[in-house]
C-alpha cells in the first residue's frame, strides 16, 4: 500500500524560507511521477508544482515561480518542496501526491493523482 507522509511545514514569517519533504513507501518511488498541492481554508486544492520520476522535467503554477523549487531524492523515497520568500498567501495546507500509474511527468490536473499524504500546515504571518 502506498503511503505518502509529509513533514516540514510550520508558522514562519513573510519573506522566510520552509522546506517541506514526503516520505514515499510502498512501491518504487523512482517510478512515479509526484506533486505538490495546497489548500487554503474555504478554497479547492490546487496544484503548486510537479516533477516526473527522474527529477529532470518540472511543472510550476505561476503564482509560486522563482519562490518554490520542487525535487526529488530517488535513493530515499522523498521528494522535497523549497519554498523562499514565503508571502501571506502562501498560507495553506500543503499535500504531496501521487498517481497510479507509471506515466510521463510532470503531471498537472488533480484527477491524475490517486495517493494522497495527511497534509502538513504552512502559516506565513505578515
Known amino acids: 500500500q502506498v503511503q505518502l507522509v509529509e513533514s516540514g511545514g510550520g508558522l514562519v514569517q513573510a519573506g522566510g524560507s520552509l522546506r517541506l519533504s514526503c516520505a514515499a513507501s510502498?512501491?518504487?518511488?523512482?517510478?512515479?511521477?509526484m506533486g505538490w498541492f495546497r489548500q487554503a481554508p474555504g478554497k479547492e486544492r490546487d496544484l503548486v508544482a510537479a516533477?516526473?520520476?527522474?527529477?529532470?522535467?518540472?511543472f510550476y503554477v505561476e503564482s509560486v515561480k522563482g519562490r518554490f523549487t520542487i525535487s526529488r531524492d530517488n535513493t530515499k523515497s522523498t521528494l522535497y518542496l523549497q519554498m523562499n520568500n514565503l508571502i501571506a498567501e502562501d498560507t495553506a495546507v500543503y499535500y504531496c501526491?501521487?498517481?497510479?500509474?507509471?506515466?510521463?511527468?510532470?503531471?498537472?490536473?488533480?484527477?491524475?493523482?490517486?495517493?494522497w499524504g495527511q497534509g502538513t500546515q504552512v502559516t506565513v504571518s505578515s
Open positions: 510502498g512501491r518504487t518511488f523512482r517510478h512515479y511521477a
Open positions: 516533477v516526473d520520476w527522474s527529477g529532470s522535467h518540472t
Open positions: 501526491a501521487a498517481p497510479d500509474n507509471i506515466v510521463a511527468g510532470p503531471l498537472r490536473a488533480v484527477d491524475e493523482y490517486v495517493y
